[in-house]
């Protein structure tokens, strides 16, 4: 199942609005990790908030941001790794994550993901005219990379711990499976 990797951490990855954030907390307390959030390394490595990234920059460049902070997350151990919405997107991403991760992604529908980020004025790609309506085509766009993980979670009627506890349960039988190898 998890083949010759050596499963090290875990990397939440989803869409923005499914709890990677939050659940990633909870997660390293429970598994009693270091928790690491993707986006704020890109913002320190690029000196500026991702609004500003996607602003000045643009998205692709963005993108860039996530591939380079790859290399960092490779060395890291006994971590959970929240990434933003788009970083699996890539193949490579995914692939590199999966190294040394058990890649857990977070899925909710396309309405609990907008009541969950409705207020929130740091999501670029929801300033549109019709925020609904990009939130279904990007989930649509994005649903076969999210697909590629490890584990799926559907968070929308579920409790922080919950999903937290799940992940931790799918973590530590990887890590059984791999020590019977």
Known sequence: MYGNRHIENVALVGFMGTGK????????QMLEFLLVDADHMIERAAGKPIT???EKDGELRFRE???EILESIQKM????ISTGGGFVVPPQNM??????????CLWASPEKIWSRVAHQSHRPLLRTSDPMETIRELLNKRKESYCRADVMIHTDFRLIKE????????????????EKA
Do not use: D, P
Request: charged share 20%.
């Open 77 to 80: 151990k006994n971590t959970v």
């Open 163 to 178: 999903v937290a506890q799940q992940a931790c349960h799918h973590f530590q039988a990887a890590r059984r499976i791999q």
């Open 95 to 104: 692939e590199l994550l999966k190294q040394n991760c058990l890649v857990v």
């Open 52 to 54: 500003e990234i996607f």
């Open 65 to 67: 941001y996530e591939f």
């Open 21 to 28: 954030s939050t659940v990633g907390r909870r997660l390293a």
